[in-house]
């Protein structure tokens, strides 16, 4: 039997519940930004190419994504609070290693264990609000959560800029280090005791299997899977350096359009979850309603690959705008899965997305280091363009299979009506039958 959660005021759950596990997350965001802030100071203190500057910066993606099973295995068996103190522990461990290394394989490391500290910050509050939140104010309560996170990116540009009038990036990370033990700690003192959910599986392919196998993951993670990792992957270092190399902004206008770029994650993320609700009452899919926001993505890395030179300042803010919508795909499986299964099914997206991330932003460092820089050391538009193009070929399948599915079911609704004589159910009734089930 599953014991019901303990009945917590709206309040209590604000503060308990979603303020400490969203403060892990902004600091997860801002962590996993920060490299796109300090890039030229790297470049200069280790001498990076492109592509040594992509793995440095993804290989928090890499140790990320290997932690997740295990991550996400604790947390269905201990909960998020027990989970995250030692986590964050790691985490600040990493940061100082950061801080004190002094070539470009003490600073692989360090980077690598950061992300393999944090590895669990945004699981740790999916699991968490979908133990307390109403399954209906999901998708709102989550776009609130990756709005924290847009903050904490936000916060990895113009603030960190203004820091390093203080300070060093060596003495950023020892700040960065002490505000994760910190933040352990406050979850660990507030966080309320995870609920029992009945017996508890051992880490499992079958288990995993249960979660890939089931139809509504399958789909979502089709469709959003790779998008999300072009997101990812991009908005955390190389749009920084496409603004620097093409449209020759300088570091301060690349700040500045960084900031807005990530500061339109906190009302792209707001609007995506009013809207899937919105979309809801109406009947509409919340896949439906992602597969709308992948097609305008692509629609907006189409310019990247144009050299759509008349507002490159839009372009940059855009590509983080709409790449929010991507985010969605995390409260469909928490909707549609059992809630013994929540953390796992975390587990799984996080770790093709992370690893997704890692191959993305280390590839398009190899691709853009196959041109000769010119004598500022910036790279030729054609290089971007032709990298953008390949990562728009990636994500195409994913959107034209959910097509192929869409007009396969209305064509065989058609079939159906036609050989029986009698009315077919209404697309409406079908989305609403097919949202409740999956």
């Not at 998708?139 to 990895?156: D, M, R, T, W």
């Not at 060093?168 to 002490?178: I, N, P, Q």
């Amino acid at each position: 039997m599953t014991a019901p959660p303990p009945r917590l005021s709206g309040r209590a759950v604000f503060v308990l519940v979603f303020l400490p596990f969203a403060l892990g997350h902004y600091l997860s965001s801002l962590m996993r930004t920060v490299n796109a802030t300090l890039a030229p100071q790297l470049v200069a203190a280790l001498s990076l190419t492109p592509g040594q500057l992509g793995l440095l910066t993804s290989a928090y993606f890499f140790s990320f994504a290997l932690v997740q099973l295990p991550v996400g295995m604790a947390l269905d068996r201990w909960g998020p609070a027990r989970v995250q103190l030692p986590m964050l522990m790691l985490a600040a461990a990493g940061a100082l290693a950061f801080a004190g290394g002094h070539d470009f394989a003490q600073l692989l490391l360090a980077r690598a264990l950061i992300g393999l500290g944090l590895g669990g910050c945004f699981m740790s509050a999916v699991k968490a609000i979908s133990t307390w939140i109403a399954p209906a104010r999901l998708p709102s309560v989550q776009g609130y959560l990756i709005a924290v996170g847009g903050l904490g990116a936000a916060s990895a540009t113009l603030p960190v800029r203004l820091a390093l009038r203080y300070t060093d990036w060596r003495g950023l990370f020892v700040w960065l280090a002490a505000a994760a033990a910190g933040t352990g700690l406050l979850i660990r003192l507030l966080a309320p005791a995870h609920p029992q959910t009945g017996t508890w599986r051992p880490a499992t392919l079958a288990a995993m299997r249960e979660v890939v196998c089931h139809p509504a993951f399958r789909e979502a993670a089709q469709l959003v899977v790779v998008p999300h990792t072009v997101f990812f992957g991009m908005q955390g270092l190389w749009i920084s350096r496409w603004l620097a190399d093409v449209a020759h902004f300088s570091e301060e206008a690349v700040a500045y359009l960084l900031y807005l770029g990530m500061a339109a994650i906190i009302f792209g993320a707001i609007a995506v979850g009013m809207i899937t609700e919105w979309a809801g009452r109406r009947g509409v899919r919340p896949l439906s309603v992602a597969a709308a926001g992948v097609a305008l993505f692509i629609v907006v890395q189409l310019g990247f690959v144009c050299n759509w030179a008349p507002s490159y300042q839009l372009l940059s803010v855009l590509f983080t705008l709409v790449g929010t919508v991507t985010g969605i795909e995390y409260a469909i499986v928490a909707q549609s899965l059992p809630g013994a299964l929540t953390g796992r099914g975390a587990t799984c997206l996080n770790l093709m997305i992370f690893l997704g991330a890692f191959a993305v932003q280390a590839g398009f460092g190899a691709l853009v280091g196959c041109w000769r820089p010119n004598i500022m050391q910036q790279y030729p538009a054609q290089a971007y363009r032709i990298a953008f193009a390949v990562l728009v070929l990636l994500q195409m399948p994913g959107l034209l299979f959910f097509l192929r599915r869409r007009w396969g079911r209305a064509a065989h609704s058609g079939k159906m009506e036609l050989q029986s004589g009698s009315p077919a159910i209404s697309p409406r009734m079908r989305d609403d039958y097919l949202s409740k089930r999956f």
